[in-house]
C-alpha cells in the first residue's frame, strides 16, 4: 500500500503527487490515477503549508474544510481547524451515529455516549438494527455474554440472520423500514396495559399524554401487517420486558444512517427504556460518570485554547439548521457547500484518517464537488479511494507504530487511557500528532508546535490529579473501584423542563414534529429489493479490505437474497449476478438464504475497491455506496443522518 510505495525512500520523504500525463483536450481535468512519487516532508518548504495558507489568503480562513472519523481522538484535529480560523471541521458521523446522537439530545439533552448499556446486568437485551457479535466492540461483546451467561435474555430484530441472532433467545425478522411501526405498537402495548413505570413516567418522562394520544392507532394488530412480526409476539416481548424492567436495554441503533425516519425509531427505542423506567438504571441504560460528578477534573481539551471560531459553519448547521449539534456537522451538506460554492467556496479539504469516496453515498457526485477544490490533501495509514484523488497524501503511522493523545472515558467508572508507541514505524511515515505539530510549527501556531508527545500529555493532564508515569506503566487509570450507579434523586436531565422531553420545542419549532406519524416505506416494485447493508466481523469498514491475510479469508462480499424469492427468478446460489440501482449496474456473487427477508439484500460495505495499487482489492466484490446515486440528498431532516438504506436494486442473470 502507501507504505510499500515510502519503503524504497529515506525517512525524510513525503508522499506527493506528481500530475499525470495531460488531459486530451475536451475532457475535464479530474483528479486519480496520477502518477506517484516521493516528496518531503517539508524542511522549509512544505508544499502543504504553503497551498493552504495561499488558499486562505484568497478565500478567506471559512475556505478550509476538514474531516476525520471523528470520536475521541480528534481534539488535536479540531484545535488546527479552530487555529487556521475555520469554522469547517466535521466529523464522518452522518454516515454512522448522528441520528441516535440527535435522537437522545432531543429527549434527553445530552447525546447518545451519555448512557451506558449495562450490558452484564441486565435481564432482558433487544438489539434493533444492531449485530453485536460481528459489529463490533470488544468491550460490548464481552460485556454482553457475561450478561447472557447471567441469565440475560437476548432478542434480535433484524432484516436478516446474523450471528448475533443465532445467539438469541427470540428472534424477530422484520420489514426493512418498519422498526419504527414495531416499537410504536410496543409503546402502545405498554402504555395500554399498564406495563409501564408509573413512578419513573411521573418523575422524569413530560408529556406523557401527548404520547398516549400519539400512539393510539398503533395497536400490535396494525404492526403486524407493517412489519410482518406477529402480533402475539410483539405483546408477548413487551409483557416480558415489563417483567425484567428496569435491567433492560432497547438498544437504539449504532450505525443509524439508514432510512428518513430513523431519527424517530431512535427516539421510540429511547422512550420504550425510559417507560420500562431503564434510563438511569442498573441492568440497564445507566449514566455515564464524569471525573466531575466525582469532585475530579476532566482532560485538558486542546480545542479550547483556541476562540470559537465565529463564522457561519459551510454546512448550514448551527444556523440554518440549529437543531443539529455543530461540534461534527454533516459532511454531506460541506459536499453541497463545496459543489455549489454556497454559502461561500471550499477551496482546501483534508481527509484525515478517512475516506469519503468509500464511506458517502454517491462517490460520482463528491468526485464532481472535488473538481471545485485547489487542494485535496489526505493524511492516511493506507491507501483510499479518497487518498487516490488528492493532490498530496501524507502517509500516517500505523497505530502501533505511533502514540496518541491521552483519552478519558466516561463510564459506569470514568477512565483515563494511554497509547503508546509499540515499535518504531516501518516506513517513512508519521504519528497524527506529529504531523499535526509540524504543521502547527511552521504555521507559527505555538500551542500546538509540540516537539515531543510528552509535552502534548502535560497539557492534556495539566491539573488532572492523574501522573502520566501512572498512565504509562498501567495503560488505564480507573477514577473510582466500583461501577457508580446514580440513585434516581440523583438523576437529572439537562433538557428545559429537567425531565425526558417527548416533545421537543426546538424541534417543534422547525416544523420538525417531536412525535412523528409512521409513514409505511415504499414497497419494492416486483423484481426489486431494498439494499441493505452492514458489517462482518473480519473487516474494519473498507479499509482492512486490501489486508493480505484478511483478503485471504474474504476476498469480496456477496448478495444476501432469499432463497425461495431467488429460486423463482432461476437464481442459483453462489451465482454471479447484476445487481442494477439507478442505471449504475455491478456483478456480485450470491449467497441464498431462507433467513433474509424477501423483500432485502444484503452486503457487506467497503468492498469494490477501484485504485490500482491495492492489487488484492481490486474490483473484487462490489461496493455499495456506488449504488446509491442521489444519496447525498437523502437523510433525515431530524436527525441529519443519511438515509442510506432508501435504494432499491434489482437482480438479474447475467
Ligand atoms: N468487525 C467490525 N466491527 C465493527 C466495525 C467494522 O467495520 N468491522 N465498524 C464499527 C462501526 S463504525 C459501527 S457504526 C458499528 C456498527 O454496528 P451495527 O450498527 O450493529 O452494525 P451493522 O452491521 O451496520 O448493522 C446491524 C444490523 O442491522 C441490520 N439491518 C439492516 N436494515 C435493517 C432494518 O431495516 N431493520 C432492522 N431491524 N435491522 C436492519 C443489518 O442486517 C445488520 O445485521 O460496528 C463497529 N464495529
Ligand atoms: N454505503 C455505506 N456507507 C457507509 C457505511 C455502510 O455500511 N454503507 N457505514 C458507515 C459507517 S458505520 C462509518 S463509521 C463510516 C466509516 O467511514 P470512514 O471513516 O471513511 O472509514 P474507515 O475505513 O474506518 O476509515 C477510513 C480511513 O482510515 C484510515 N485508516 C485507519 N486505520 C487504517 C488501517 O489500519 N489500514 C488502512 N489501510 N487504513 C486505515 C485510512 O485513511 C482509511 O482510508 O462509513 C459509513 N458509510
Ligand atoms: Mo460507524
Not at 410483539?234 to 450505525?255: F, R, S, T, Y
Not at 511515515?429 to 516537539?451: G, H, M, N, V, Y
Request: aromatic share 8%.
Amino acid at each position: 500500500q502507501g507504505a510499500a510505495v515510502a519503503r524504497r525512500r529515506p525517512r525524510s520523504g513525503l508522499l506527493q503527487c506528481r500530475w499525470g500525463p495531460a488531459v486530451p483536450p475536451g475532457q475535464t481535468r479530474g483528479r486519480g490515477g496520477r502518477k506517484w512519487g516521493p516528496g518531503s516532508w517539508g524542511g522549509g518548504n512544505c508544499p502543504v503549508l504553503e497551498k493552504i495558507k495561499a488558499i486562505q489568503k484568497s478565500h478567506g480562513a471559512r475556505s478550509l474544510l476538514w474531516s476525520d472519523g471523528g470520536g475521541p481522538f480528534s481534539d488535536l484535529s479540531r484545535a488546527l481547524v479552530r487555529a487556521l480560523g475555520s469554522p469547517n471541521y466535521n466529523s464522518s458521523d452522518a454516515v454512522c451515529a448522528r441520528n441516535v446522537h440527535h435522537a437522545a439530545l432531543s429527549l434527553f439533552g445530552f447525546g447518545h455516549e451519555q448512557l451506558v448499556y449495562d450490558f452484564k446486568n441486565a435481564k432482558q437485551v433487544v438489539l434493533q438494527t444492531r449485530n453485536v457479535f460481528e459489529s463490533i466492540d470488544v468491550r460490548e461483546v464481552n460485556n454482553l455474554l457475561d450478561g447472557m451467561a447471567a441469565g440475560a435474555r437476548l432478542t434480535v430484530i433484524d432484516v436478516r440472520a446474523t450471528v448475533t441472532a443465532g445467539k438469541a433467545d427470540r428472534f424477530l425478522m422484520i420489514r426493512p423500514g418498519t422498526d419504527y411501526a414495531l416499537n410504536l405498537a410496543v409503546i402502545n402495548i405498554l402504555l395500554n396495559n399498564h406495563l409501564y413505570n408509573e413512578t419513573y413516567a411521573h418523575a422524569f418522562i413530560q408529556p406523557l399524554d401527548a404520547l398516549r394520544r400519539f400512539v393510539e392507532p398503533y395497536t400490535p394488530a396494525w404492526a403486524e401487517g407493517e412489519t410482518a412480526i406477529k402480533a402475539e409476539n410483539i405483546v408477548m416481548l413487551a409483557e416480558d420486558l415489563a417483567k425484567a424492567a428496569p435491567a433492560v436495554i432497547w438498544h437504539p441503533g449504532w450505525m443509524t444512517a439508514r432510512y428518513r425516519d430513523s431519527f424517530h425509531l431512535a427516539r421510540s427505542a429511547y422512550i420504550i427504556n425510559a417507560l420500562l423506567g431503564s434510563v438511569g438504571a442498573k441492568g440497564g441504560l445507566p449514566l455515564v460518570n464524569t471525573p466531575e460528578y466525582l469532585g475530579r477534573k476532566s482532560l485538558n481539551r486542546l480545542v479550547d485554547l483556541f476562540p470559537k471560531v465565529q463564522e457561519k459553519r459551510a454546512d448550514g448547521v448551527g444556523w440554518k439548521y440549529p437543531q443539529f449539534d455543530p461540534e461534527a456537522g454533516l459532511l454531506q451538506l460541506a459536499f453541497k457547500a463545496m459543489a455549489g460554492a454556497d454559502p461561500y467556496p471550499i477551496k482546501a479539504y483534508v481527509a484525515f484518517n478517512h475516506d469519503p469516496l468509500s464511506s458517502f453515498p454517491d462517490p460520482t457526485v463528491i468526485k464532481q464537488a472535488f473538481d471545485q477544490l485547489d487542494y485535496l490533501v489526505c493524511v492516511t495509514s493506507g491507501w483510499s479511494q479518497t487518498a487516490w484523488q488528492a493532490d498530496l497524501v501524507l502517509p500516517l503511522s500505523t497505530y502501533l507504530e505511533r502514540e496518541s493523545m491521552i483519552q478519558q472515558k466516561n463510564d459506569l467508572i470514568p477512565t483515563f487511557f494511554i497509547r503508546q508507541r509499540c515499535m518504531e514505524p516501518r516506513f517513512d511515515t508519521k504519528a497524527d500528532w506529529e504531523i499535526i505539530s509540524d504543521l502547527a510549527r511552521k504555521l507559527e501556531i505555538t500551542p500546538l508546535a509540540f516537539k515531543r508527545i510528552d509535552d502534548l500529555w502535560a497539557i492534556q493532564l495539566e491539573g488532572v490529579g492523574v501522573k502520566v508515569d501512572e498512565l504509562l506503566s498501567k495503560g488505564f487509570v480507573e477514577l473510582t473501584d466500583k461501577p457508580i450507579y446514580r440513585k434516581p434523586d440523583q438523576i437529572k436531565f439537562p433538557t428545559a423542563s429537567g425531565r425526558i422531553e417527548i416533545v421537543n420545542d426546538r424541534w417543534e419549532k422547525l416544523g420538525l414534529p417531536s412525535l412523528k406519524p409512521y409513514i409505511a416505506p415504499v414497497t419494492p416494485a416486483a423484481g426489486q429489493f431494498r439494499l441493505t447493508v452492514g458489517r462482518c466481523a473480519l473487516h474494519s469498514q473498507g479499509n482492512t479490505i486490501n489486508n493480505p491475510r484478511l483478503n485471504a479469508r474474504m476476498p469480496e462480499n456477496e448478495l444476501w437474497i432469499n432463497q425461495s424469492i431467488a429460486r423463482k427468478m432461476d437464481i442459483e446460489d453462489g451465482e454471479t449476478v447484476m445487481v442494477t440501482s439507478h442505471g449504475i449496474t455491478g456483478q456480485l456473487k450470491t449467497k441464498l438464504t431462507e433467513f433474509i427477508q424477501p423483500e432485502a439484500v444484503f452486503m457487506v460495505h467497503g468492498f469494490g475497491r477501484q485504485i490500482p495499487v491495492e492489487t488484492r482489492a481490486l474490483g473484487r466484490g462490489l461496493a455499495d455506496n456506488t449504488l446509491m446515486a442521489g444519496g447525498l440528498d437523502l437523510w433525515d431532516p431530524s436527525g441529519g443522518g443519511l438515509a442510506l438504506q432508501e435504494h432499491f436494486v434489482t437482480i438479474s442473470k447475467i
